[in-house]
C-alpha cells in the first residue's frame, strides 16, 4: 500500500515570512494526484492545492506553491507571506487507485504575530 | 452548487451503545463517498468508502459498519460502542468516474464515548 511521510509533527513561522512543509510518498505507480488539505481548528478539511504527476509543472494557488519532486517522490508545500489564518494543520495526502485519499500524518503550523 | 451535511456534529455515548453517524450529499448524483476517522492530534484513517448504493468497501477491521441505502446517503454504525472508537469522523465525497479527484468534505462529527 502507498505511504505518505510527513516528517515534521510541528513548524512555526513569523508572520509574513515563508515557510515549506516537507511531504515525502511511496508508490509503483507513474500517474497520480497528490495534496495538500488544511485544517483549521474548526476542523473543516480544506483542499489548499493539488497537483497531477504527469504535469511537470509545479502547482501554484496564490501564496501557496508546491515543489513537486517526481523522482525524489517528494512534495513539499510553500506558503508566502504568512498569515495569522495559514495557522492550521496541513495533511499531505496520495491519491490511490479507486479515488481514495491516503493521508500523512499531518503538520502543525504555527504563525507568530 | 454540491453540498455535504454530516450530523450530529457532536455526540457523547456510553459503552456499549448504539451509534448511528449520518451523511447526505446535495446537488450531484451517483457521487463516491466515504467515512475517515481522525484520532486526537492525529491524521486521517480511511475506515469505509462506496462507488454505489448497497456497495460498501471497508479498509480497516474494527467495530463499526457503513450502509449507503440511497445514492447520496451514507450512514456510519455500530451495535455497541467501544472506548477506542472516540474520534472524529469525517464523511467526504467526489465525484464518480475515472477524472475525479478531489475529496470534499463534510464538518465533522465528534465523538466521545464514555
Known amino acids: 500500500a502507498q505511504t505518505v511521510t510527513q516528517s515534521q509533527p510541528e513548524m512555526s513561522v513569523q508572520e509574513a515570512e515563508t515557510v515549506t512543509l516537507s511531504c515525502t510518498y511511496d508508490?509503483?505507480?507513474?500517474?497520480?494526484?497528490l495534496f495538500w488539505y488544511k485544517q483549521p481548528p474548526s476542523r473543516q478539511m480544506i483542499l489548499v492545492i493539488r497537483?497531477?504527476?504527469?504535469?511537470?509543472q509545479n502547482a501554484t494557488e496564490n501564496r501557496f506553491s508546491v515543489n513537486f519532486q517526481k523522482a525524489a517522490k517528494s512534495f513539499s508545500l510553500k506558503i508566502s507571506d504568512s498569515q495569522l489564518g495559514d495557522a492550521a494543520m496541513y495533511f499531505c495526502?496520495?491519491?490511490?487507485?479507486?479515488?481514495?485519499?491516503?493521508f500523512g500524518a499531518g503538520t502543525i503550523l504555527r504563525v507568530k504575530s | 452548487s454540491q453540498t455535504i451535511h454530516q450530523w450530529p456534529a457532536t455526540l457523547v455515548q456510553p459503552v456499549g451503545s448504539p451509534l448511528s453517524l449520518e451523511c447526505t450529499v446535495e446537488?450531484?448524483?451517483?457521487?463516491?463517498l466515504y467515512w475517515y476517522r481522525q484520532a486526537a492530534g492525529r491524521g486521517l484513517q480511511l475506515l469505509f468508502y462506496?462507488?454505489?448504493?448497497?456497495?460498501i468497501s471497508s479498509e480497516v477491521p474494527q467495530n463499526l459498519s457503513a450502509s449507503r441505502p440511497q445514492d447520496r446517503q451514507f450512514i456510519l454504525s455500530s451495535k455497541k460502542l467501544l472506548l477506542s472508537d472516540s474520534g472524529f469522523y469525517l464523511c467526504?465525497?467526489?465525484?464518480?468516474?475515472?477524472?475525479?479527484?478531489?475529496?470534499?468534505f463534510g464538518a465533522g462529527s465528534r465523538l466521545t464515548v464514555l
Open positions: 467526504a465525497w467526489n465525484p464518480g468516474g475515472a477524472g475525479a479527484n478531489v475529496l470534499t
Open positions: 508508490t509503483s505507480e507513474s500517474d497520480y494526484y
Open positions: 497537483q497531477e504527476a504527469y504535469k511537470q
Open positions: 495526502a496520495y491519491r490511490e487507485y479507486g479515488n481514495k485519499l491516503v
Open positions: 446537488g450531484t448524483s451517483n457521487p463516491n
Open positions: 462506496s462507488v454505489g448504493i448497497g456497495q
